[in-house]
T-cell receptor, first 114, second 115 residues
Framework: EAGVTQSPTHLIKTRGQQATLRCSPI?????VYWYQQALGLGLQFLLW???????NRGNFPPRFSGRQFPNYSSELNVNALELEDSALYLC???????????????FGPGSRLT | AQSVTQLDSHVSVSEGTPVLLRCNYS??????LFWYVQHPNKGLQLLLK????ATLVKGINGFEAEFKKSETSFHLTKPSAHMSDAAEYFC?????????????WGAGTKLIIKP
């Protein structure tokens, strides 16, 4: 069974530019979560998509946005990049449909944005 | 709101000695608790989870954790450390937000294994 995949592995941008990160969940998983992992910090919840809809978002500004496609893959867009956006962006999928107390997250390897 | 505190940012042990990674949480109801591990240049992987069944939870690679409600703790232990255990470990609690649950992550503990 293929795991969660993310692309690109690394992305280098200039302040003010836009970045697009992509995630493909495990086959059969409908929920996708996005997290930001800045250096030395734990994971910060960004966005949760399930069945093509945004279910919840973390405490991030609106320039962080995304979408989920009919095949359940997902895209994270970061507009007007700032220096503090440099981080590892992790995508996870869950088999339980997301939002449950016992969710197990299956993570991709991450995309490092510099 | 719930929170998770990992009491040590770094833990260093010798190979073959016991491992203890400490985690305390705050919760207003019965939580689900998790430990995830992140090996260098690899994705995060679930080690174990507590979901209100047995309070002593066994995970992969010989790790286990005990849920202690009175102490609001969920410490991770392993009897004998192996070099391959060197990684960053995250304690996580499931938080009820609006009508759904989200995971709240601790800041992580880096486990260093000395030969």
């Amino acid at each position: 069974e293929a795991g969660v995949t993310q692309s690109p592995t690394h992305l280098i941008k200039t302040r003010g530019q836009q970045a697009t990160l992509r995630c493909s969940p495990i086959s059969g998983h409908t929920s996708v979560y996005w997290y930001q992992q800045a250096l030395g910090l734990g994971l910060q919840f960004l966005l949760w998509y399930d069945e093509g809809e945004e279910r919840n978002r973390g405490n991030f500004p609106p320039r962080f946005s995304g979408r989920q496609f009919p095949n359940y893959s997902s895209e994270l867009n970061v507009n007007a990049l700032e220096l503090e956006d440099s981080a590892l962006y992790l995508c996870a999928s869950t088999p339980e449909g997301g939002g449950t107390r016992t969710d197990t997250h299956y993570f991709g390897p991450g995309s490092r944005l510099t | 709101a719930q929170s998770v505190t990992q009491l040590d940012s770094h833990v260093s042990v010798s190979e073959g000695t016991p491992v203890l990674l400490r985690c305390n949480y705050s919760s207003s109801y019965s939580p689900s608790l998790f430990w995830y591990v992140q090996h260098p240049n690899k994705g995060l992987q679930l080690l174990l989870k507590y979901t209100s069944a047995a309070t002593l939870v066994k995970g992969i690679n010989g790790f286990e954790a005990e849920f202690k409600k009175s102490e609001t703790s969920f410490h991770l232990t392993k009897p004998s450390a192996h070099m391959s255990d060197a990684a960053e470990y995250f304690c996580v609690v499931s938080d009820h937000l609006d009508s759904n649950y989200q995971l709240i992550w601790g800041a992580g503990t880096k486990l260093i294994i000395k030969p």
